[in-house]
C-alpha cells in the first residue's frame, strides 16, 4: 500500500537532512529499521574499534600501569565532563558511573540528609520502576517516606514534608515532559530539593540543568548515548551543593585520598565522592565514544532531526493505521524523541513488527512505543515503519500464536 507522495516527502526530508553522514558511522545490521535506540542505542563504529585496543594495549600490554598511563582513574570525571555540555551542566558538576538505579539510591540519600526534618519523596505513580523502587529501599531504611500525585496535582503535593520532589523527565511510557524550570522552582519554593532523572532526555532532548537551577540529576549512558548494554550512568549535582552533600555507599573510590588507604572515610572534593568502587573501565571506554559521537554530532541539530522524525512518524501513522490513539504528545516540543500508541495487542504488534525487520518496543500493558534516535534513524524509515504497521493491522498479520507469547524482555 504504497503511498507515493509520503515516501517521495521522506526521501526529501533525509536528502535535506544535515546530520544524515552520521548514519555511517553506526554499525546497524542491513535491513533493519531499529527504532529501540531509546532503550539500546546502536554501535558506534569507533567503539568497536576503541574497545580493542583498550583490551589489547592498554589492558593487555599496559597492564596495572594503564591506571596512570592510560588514565583509567580519571574515566568516571573525564567521560562525566564530556556528558555536562549535553544537559547544560558545568564539567565538574556530572560524574559517570554505576546504574542510574545506584546512583538514584546515592542521590536520594543526599538529598534527605540535606533537608532534616523532612522525609517525603514526591514522585507520580507510573514512573519508572526502578525510580520508585529505589524511594522503596530508602523507606525500608526508615529515611524516606514515599508520596505519589498525579502530574496535574504534583505542585499541590509539595508541602513541607517534602524533602525533594524526584521526576522523570520525559515519561519512558508516554514520552511526555515535564517543565522542568517551572517544577524545580515551584519545589524550591517549597523548600524541597529536586531530582530529574534525565534516561529519556540526554542525548534527545533539550536539557538546561543549570539554567534550570536543578539540584540533582541520573542519567543512562546505554539510551541515547550509546553506551553499549548495561553501561555506566551519570549523576549530576549542581555545584552549591558539592561541599554539604554526603552519600551512603561511602567506598574507597568517593574518599579524599583513596591509595592512602586510611581506616576512616574522608569524603572526597566535588562529584568524586559520589564513586563507590573500582571504575568499569571497558564499560566507561565505550561510554566516552558514544557521548563523543553525539557530542560531535551536536544536540541543536538532534533536537531539530529528532522534532522532525517524530512528526513526520506522526503523520504517516495517521495516515496508514488512522484507528491507533497515538498517545504521546502532539506538540513535539512536549514530548521526547518517541511515540507511543495504544492497541489491546500492542505486544503482538510490536512481534509482528521485529518480524519484518522493524524493531520498536513493548510496554506493558497495552503500549506500542517507536524511539527516534536521531544520530541514525531516517525519514524513509519512518516512512516504512508506519506502511508496514498500517499493513500488519489491516491484514490482522499480528493475530499469529507466535506473537502471542511473551519474551522475558519486551
Ligand atoms: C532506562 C531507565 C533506567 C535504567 O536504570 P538501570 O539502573 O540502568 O537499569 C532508570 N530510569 C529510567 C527513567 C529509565 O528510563
Aim: charged share 20%.
Amino acid at each position: 500500500m504504497t503511498d507515493t507522495t509520503l515516501l517521495q516527502s521522506a526521501r526529501e526530508l533525509d536528502a535535506g537532512d544535515a546530520i544524515a553522514g552520521y548514519r555511517g558511522q553506526f554499525d546497524l545490521p542491513p535491513g533493519v529499521i531499529y527504532l529501540d535506540g531509546n532503550s539500546l542505542g546502536a554501535l558506534p563504529l569507533r567503539t568497536a574499534a576503541h574497545l580493542g585496543e583498550v583490551v589489547r594495549k592498554q589492558w593487555g600490554e599496559g597492564l596495572i600501569r594503564s591506571w596512570n598511563t592510560a588514565d583509567w582513574v580519571n574515566l568516571p570525571q573525564r567521560v562525566g565532563g564530556k556528558i555536562a555540555p549535553l544537559i547544560g551542566a558545568q564539567p565538574h558538576e556530572v560524574i559517570a558511573c554505576d546504574s542510574t538505579s545506584v546512583n538514584l539510591f546515592k542521590l536520594i540519600a543526599a538529598a534527605l540528609q540535606m533537608r532534616p526534618g523532612r522525609k517525603v519523596v514526591l514522585s507520580e505513580p507510573g514512573n519508572f520502576p526502578t525510580d520508585l523502587y529505589m524511594i522503596a529501599g530508602l523507606e525500608a531504611q526508615g529515611l524516606a517516606e514515599r508520596r505519589l500525585a498525579e502530574r496535574a496535582r504534583l505542585v499541590d503535593a509539595l508541602d513541607d514534608d517534602v524533602a525533594l520532589l524526584m521526576l522523570t523527565h520525559v515519561h519512558y511510557k508516554t514520552g511526555e515532559m515535564f517543565d522542568m524550570a517551572a517544577l524545580t522552582k515551584a519545589a524550591h519554593e517549597a523548600g524541597a530539593l529536586v531530582l530529574w532523572d534525565l534516561s529519556h532526555s540526554t542525548g534527545a532532548v533539550p536539557v538546561q540543568l543549570n539554567a534550570a537551577g536543578a539540584d540533582f540529576a541520573v542519567g543512562c549512558g546505554y539510551k541515547y548515548l550509546n553506551g553499549g548494554p548495561g553501561a555506566p550512568a551519570f549523576a549530576y549535582a549542581a555545584e552549591r551543593h558539592h561541599d554539604t552533600m554526603g552519600q551512603p555507599l561511602t567506598g574507597w573510590f568517593g574518599h579524599a585520598a583513596p591509595f592512602a588507604f586510611e581506616d576512616d572515610y574522608r569524603p572526597a572534593p566535588g562529584m568524586e565522592r559520589m564513586l563507590a568502587g573500582t571504575p568499569p573501565v571497558l564499560g566507561l571506554s565505550a561510554l566516552e565514544q558514544g557521548v563523543e559521537l553525539v557530542a560531535e554530532i551536536g544536540m541543536d541539530r538532534l533536537v531539530e532531526k529528532s522534532r522532525g522524525l517524530s512528526e513526520f512518524l506522526r503523520r504517516a501513522i495517521a495516515h496508514f493505521a488512522p484507528d491507533l490513539p497515538c498517545i504521546s504528545p502532539a506538540d513535539p516540543a512536549q514530548r521526547g524523541s518517541q511515540l507511543s500508541f495504544r492497541h489491546e495487542n500492542a505486544y503482538a504488534l510490536s512481534q509482528a513488527l521485529i518480524a519484518r525487520g522493524i524493531i520498536g518496543d513493548f510496554r506493558d500493558p497495552d503500549i506500542l512505543r517507536l524511539g527516534l534516535a536521531p544520530a541514525y534513524i531516517r525519514y524513509e524509515d519512518c516512512y516504512r515503519a508506519a506502511e508496514a504497521l498500517g499493513e500488519i493491522l489491516q491484514t490482522g498479520e499480528w493475530e499469529r500464536d507466535e506473537f502471542m507469547q511473551r519474551a522475558a524482555v519486551t
